[in-house]
């Protein structure tokens, strides 16, 4: 319990200066800068409570507008998908192989991961981007940011995951 | 009651969740109005002070780029003071009267330790704060051209609104004639601005240099921005006029922050103008 508490407070804070100091200046092929750190959002255990897990998230995308002088364009993205992540592993999951307790993203198939990582990115773009540019006559660029920025993402944060997450 | 308190329990996580996002909400719509951002940024003592801590490791491996742009400026300024003698050697004394200078503008420096040009809206943060005098509405400048206006202001750092913003507005002029524009920049690429609000009787052609106008009381009169990269000329106006930048928006390392000596006795002057 306290170590599970532990480690997600260390990927909160390793992930923001993550973010803050290597992956906003990547800048590949001129502009696409991923999200990485909605990584910590797909590994929170479920079974912790959700009030926490809201809030926790709150914070998470605000201390990466501090860093990034975005408003609270990154808070509301990923509050969002904090709020609807219970759902879409629900419906992705089907109620066989869920399990509340032991809730370990590595256990999973391979496609089921990338199916919940992916609805997750592109929505959490789709609302970065959206309030970023903030208009609809910019509803094109909107859509091609999110598109290739959720590759970006999603690339780093699978590679990342297979990486550094232990298959217990 | 029971039911008010069945219908709190029962919704309680989405309730939770509307409250944060309204916050959320009410931080982005002030990001996006160009005075009231005060609470989310960068000018603050944890990240100023991680921005500085990296900076002071990048800045390495600047310093030929640097260097470079110094000695071009110094052989800038060496060019003008020379040209200056030639005017003084007639005289055989000089009688220097106080009464006949007068200092408009001041300048200082400033290190950039966090500098963005990705995004829709871009801003800069510079390791200088109310500590050493700074306060918003102060120009940005470098040896090179316009960065931006000083936004947001702590005791050690401050925020820079970047020309490559959706409220950035400069006044601007052509060098060779005096037609008044407005520097915009519509989110495309980091090396273009665009220039709007010429008058059609205006002539411009491919390659004019923009510079900026003597009429906001931010910058000084004269200070390189760009040059006209190409231009749509239909219905007898200027549809779209891309001005290239001379600077290079994602390299910038010391810039030079002006403050207008005058400018409260302008604005004072302008407002009594208009009051009457």
Redesign the interface.
């Known amino acids: 319990m306290n170590n599970l508490t532990l480690s997600n407070s260390i990927r909160f804070i390793g992930l923001v200066?993550l973010q803050?100091?290597v992956l906003?200046h990547i800048?590949l092929f001129?502009?696409?800068?991923p999200f990485a750190y909605i990584i910590w959002i797909f590994l929170f255990p479920i079974r912790k409570s959700?009030?926490l897990f809201?809030?926790a998230s709150?914070l998470l995308?605000?201390s990466v507008?501090?860093?990034?002088?975005?408003?609270?364009?990154n808070?509301?993205a990923t509050?969002?998908i904090a709020?609807i992540r219970l759902p879409i592993l629900k419906a992705i999951l089907k109620k066989s192989d869920f399990d509340y307790l032991l809730f370990n993203l590595r256990a999973l198939s391979i496609d089921k991961i990338f199916l919940y990582i992916t609805t997750l990115t592109i929505i959490h773009h789709f609302i970065v981007f959206s309030?970023?540019?903030?208009s609809f006559s910019?509803f094109t660029?909107i859509i091609s940011n999110t598109f290739f920025t959720s590759i970006f993402t999603i690339l780093v944060s699978i590679l990342g995951i297979l990486l550094f997450v232990k298959k217990k | 009651m029971q039911q008010i308190i069945y219908f709190l329990t029962k919704f309680r996580y989405f309730l939770l969740f509307l409250v944060l996002e309204i916050i959320a909400l009410a931080f982005t719509i002030q990001y996006h109005s160009y005075h009231t951002s005060k609470f989310v940024n960068s000018a603050n003592f944890i990240t100023g002070g991680f921005y500085n801590k990296i900076n002071s490791i990048n800045e390495f491996f600047l310093l030929k780029t640097e260097n470079k742009l110094l000695v071009e400026e110094n052989v800038h300024l060496k060019n003008l003071l020379d040209k200056k003698e030639i005017n003084y050697s007639y005289d055989s004394y000089k009688i220097i009267d106080s009464s006949k200078y007068f200092q408009k503008y001041e300048y200082s420096v400033a290190k950039v330790i966090n500098n963005n040009f990705t995004k829709r809206n871009n801003t800069l943060t510079i390791n200088k704060g109310a500590n050493t005098g700074l306060t918003s509405d102060l120009g940005v400048i470098n040896s090179t051209g316009v960065i931006g206006v000083i936004k947001s202001i702590s005791s050690n750092f401050s925020t820079v609104l970047s020309i490559l913003n959706d409220n950035s507005r400069i006044n601007v002029r052509l060098k060779n004639r005096n037609h008044f524009g407005t520097l915009i920049w519509n989110g495309k690429t980091h090396t273009t601005t665009q220039l709007i609000d010429i008058p059609r009787q205006a002539v411009i052609k491919i390659g004019d240099t923009v510079i900026t106008g003597g009429k906001s009381a931010i910058f000084p009169e004269g200070v390189n921005i760009g040059v006209i990269k190409d231009f749509r000329f239909e219905n007898n106006q200027y549809q779209q006029i891309n001005v290239l930048l001379f600077n290079d928006m994602s390299a910038i390392g010391y810039v030079q922050i002006v403050r207008n000596l005058q400018k409260s006795e302008q604005k004072k002057l302008e407002q009594n103008t208009a009051n009457e």
Do not use: H, M, P
């Open positions: 200066l803050a100091l906003n800048n001129g502009y696409l800068n959700q009030s809201l809030i709150f995308g605000l507008d501090f860093f990034s002088d975005s408003g609270g364009v808070a509301a509050l969002f709020f309030l970023e540019y903030f910019d660029t």
